[in-house]
């Protein structure tokens, strides 16, 4: 009779070894000291062997019976499956992991947690800079010097930014190899301290809020795309990064309630921001609705539609028409900080607008539409200086102060 799995559940152990048997040689071996074994007894070349299966119950009947119609398919090809098995541990062991296996394995664990522009980029920087170097060597014997050598290279080409994120990146990688048993140490520990001093960070240049009807007089008058236009003039209505607006589809906006909402798959700090629509921005939104709305991206590519604009695009027409060095499209933003906290605006709204993430990360995350209606008032008040200054009026935002 075939054996059942209630029967291989409550057999008891005895003085001396004994077996229950299923079919077709498999067998349950009860040891003594109550360990329950599957064997399975088979000939090969005229001789009787007999091939564990695994232990009872973490290999259950269903899946012995499974590894003996393994086993016997093996016999039927001719192969012992004793010797099948020993080859296969031995060309496992032979394999030499190497640092590019461990890295994409690593990389394909944490991108799907990333912005998809940090995950591009990531993967960029991995495959240039350090699978080119290192992706062939052995795990087992990368040490500490090779990989500072690795990461002065990318500091001497004055990339110091990106030779910080492949530090980081290299100690998760081998903190990754170091959970699964790939690597017994991790070698790109303290790699920080022989890093490269920094310069001063250097802020995005952007010129005075005076000089702001000139530029967009300039720029009405340039060999440029419309769509540049209307990208710079949202960028200074809005003070959202240049990524943000390029990549933006056209469902993110609600034109009606004049709100901008970017969800935190799209966001540098991985949470949802509220962009309060000054009636300007919408007036402009609307323009470019006729133009490009019957696409997916509001913003989309001149010669290739279906993608987004360039990220060169903005920075570009700002050189053609003589503003380079003084002013880039992300430099809207610290132009835009720099005069709201100038007049006295609360210093939460301007973080909030600029989506920087609150320091109290539990507040932050149920708070990300905060001080909309502030905002928006203030983001109205600040459009309407523009206009005002592009007039010829006086263009001081009128003061608005917390409760």
Not at 9 to 36: I, M, N
Not at 285 to 310: M, V
Not at 358 to 386: C, F, K, P, V
Request: charged content about 25%.
């Amino acid at each position: 009779m075939a054996l059942t799995d209630t029967a291989a559940r409550t057999a008891k152990p005895r003085e001396k070894l004994y077996r229950l048997t299923d079919a077709a040689g498999l067998c349950l071996e009860v040891t003594p000291g109550g360990s329950k074994l599957w064997r399975l007894r088979y000939r090969f070349g005229g001789k009787a062997k007999m091939m564990g299966l695994g232990a009872y119950p973490a290999v259950t009947l269903a899946k012995a019976r499974d590894r003996r119609e393994d086993a016997r398919r093996l016999l039927a090809d001719g192969i012992d499956p004793i010797t099948h098995k020993q080859d296969e541990k031995r060309a496992q062991a032979a394999h030499v992991h190497t640092f590019e296996e461990l890295a994409r394995e690593w990389y394909a664990y944490n991108s799907p947690r990333w912005a998809p522009s940090t995950a591009a980029k990531a993967l960029q920087y991995l495959e240039a800079d350090i699978l080119s170097v290192i992706g062939q060597r052995p795990l087992q014997e990368i040490t500490r010097p090779e990989l500072v050598t690795l990461v002065r290279k990318v500091e001497n080409r004055g990339a110091l930014n990106v030779a910080g994120k492949i530090r980081q990146w290299l100690s998760q990688i081998f903190r990754y190899g170091l959970a699964k048993g790939s690597v017994a140490s991790n070698p790109a520990t303290d790699l920080d301290v022989v890093a490269a001093i920094a310069p001063r960070t250097k802020h995005h240049p952007h010129i005075p809020l005076s000089e702001i009807p000139t530029l967009l007089s300039k720029l009405d008058t340039a060999k440029c795309d419309v769509m540049t236009r209307m990208a710079v003039r949202l960028l200074l209505l809005t003070g959202v990064r240049p990524g943000e607006l390029r990549l933006a589809p056209w469902n993110e906006f609600d034109l009606e309630s004049a709100t901008w909402t970017i969800p935190a798959a799209r966001m540098k700090a991985r949470r949802p921001h509220i962009v309060p629509l000054p009636r300007q921005a919408v007036l402009t939104l609307l323009a470019l609705k006729e133009i490009t709305g019957s696409y997916p991206i509001a913003f989309p590519g001149r010669n290739n539609r279906e993608r987004p604009q360039s990220e060169n695009t903005v920075n570009k027409a700002l050189r053609q028409i003589g503003y380079e060095g003084r002013q880039t499209g992300h430099g809207f933003r610290h132009l835009l900080s720099t005069e709201l906290n100038s007049l006295g605006y609360n210093r939460d709204w301007i973080e909030r607008q600029l989506a920087h993430g609150d320091q109290d990360e539990i507040r932050d995350t149920y708070n990300h539409a905060n001080y909309l209606e502030q905002r928006r008032g203030m983001m109205q008040a600040w459009a309407d200086s523009i206009d005002a200054l592009c007039a010829g009026k006086n263009s001081n935002v009128q003061l608005m102060r917390a409760s």
